[in-house]
């Protein structure tokens, strides 16, 4: 609103201290209202003409053609304040006036008339103070008519640009097409369909396939490694002696004795010795069989035999050495460990023992 002290300095005037002689209180003469904004008519309410009815009829009236520009019809009368209206300064003010505009403001003059509802304009009516409108840009109307042709040219260049461009790609590409047009789409549902679910099956299988892979390699090295500690742990339950030796010895009286000394430390004896007794006199041999053969020794001769050395004799059954114990020992500790019991039985004599 324009001059919005002066208005309401007008209001308190014309509702306190106007008199009867007093039509209106604002505009007055010096006012200037710029394009745009909202121009305020206060009139004095109290006069005795407008009191018998309280309703009124406005007018605004072109200052230098006398062209009615505006009408407000049966406005209220207040009692007990001073009456108001307002208008906006639009192109309606300024008429075909406003199409001069040149980029410089124009003013033009406007006033007030008020009368009773019941009487017409007579020529008789007393004109409120004229004051003062400026154009300050080109008309509403006008502004909105260059922005329409604006976006129309900037539509008809776009249409333009895109049927130039169209028609440039269709000069551009080849006319021989090796596929057919197709309005639908050409890969089915169903084929996509059945691609993710064979996916998922072909993953499915390649997990399974490595679960396989990773379980039996692991239990291989479950097996290598028990087979590892077994062999490690394995040790003779039988030990051999160290450094010992067995010695037969003829006496000169025709009694061969048969003695096993043992010379190593803590070594203890396979078997418990045995004296072989032989008939003869004097001239008499003892046998001795070390592995399978027989070799005859003069009498008064002592012979070694290692601990590895089988012992037997026609009279000796059920005699070994400590290499057989050994092959025993370690036998048995295989049967503990993992028994394999063969289909048939041991034949008698196959272990190499007579």
């Not at 130039?164 to 097409?177: C, D, K």
Request: proline letters at 5%.
């Amino acid at each position: 609103i324009a001059d919005q002290a002066q208005v309401s300095q007008a209001l308190r005037q014309c509702q306190l201290f106007a008199g009867n002689d007093v039509f209106s209180c604002f505009p007055t003469a010096d006012t200037s209202i710029p394009q745009g904004e909202w121009a305020s008519f206060v009139w004095n309410s109290r006069r005795p003409e407008l009191t018998q009815t309280n309703l009124v009829d406005i007018f605004l009236f072109r200052g230098d053609s006398q062209q009615q520009i505006l009408h407000f019809h049966n406005v209220e009368n207040p009692s007990e304040q001073a009456g108001v209206i307002r208008a906006q300064v639009n192109d309606s003010w300024f008429g075909t006036d406003g199409l001069k505009f040149s980029g410089r403001n124009i003013s033009y003059p406007f006033y007030w008339v008020i009368i009773r509802a019941d009487k017409t304009l007579d020529g008789n009516q007393v004109t409120q103070p004229i004051f003062t409108a400026v154009q300050t840009t080109v008309l509403d109307s006008v502004a909105s008519a260059s922005a329409a042709a604006a976006a129309s040219s900037s539509s008809a260049a776009l249409a333009s640009s895109l049927a130039s461009l169209t028609a440039t790609t269709s000069l551009t590409t080849p006319s021989g097409n090796v596929q057919r047009p197709s309005s639908g789409n050409a890969f089915p549902r169903w084929a996509i369909a059945v691609i993710v679910v064979l996916g998922f099956l072909a993953i499915a299988a390649c997990c399974i396939l490595v679960f396989l892979i990773l379980r039996r390699v692991r239990r291989r090295r479950e097996r290598e490694g028990s087979a590892r500690n077994s062999m490690g742990s394995s040790s003779p339950m039988m030990p051999r002696g160290v450094g010992g030796g067995a010695t037969s010895t003829v006496t000169g009286d025709g009694e061969r004795d048969m003695v096993q000394h043992y010379t190593g430390e803590g070594a203890q004896p396979l078997l418990p010795p045995t004296v072989l007794a032989a008939g003869g006199g004097g001239g008499g041999s003892t046998t001795h069989s070390h592995g399978h053969h027989s070799q005859y020794a003069p009498p008064g001769t002592t012979h070694s035999h290692d601990g590895a050395s089988t012992i037997s004799g026609d009279g000796a059954g059920g005699l070994f050495s400590g290499a057989d114990a050994a092959i025993m020992a370690d036998a048995f500790r295989k049967m503990l460990r993992k028994p394999e019991f063969p289909v048939g039985g041991v034949e008698e004599g196959g272990n190499g023992y007579s």
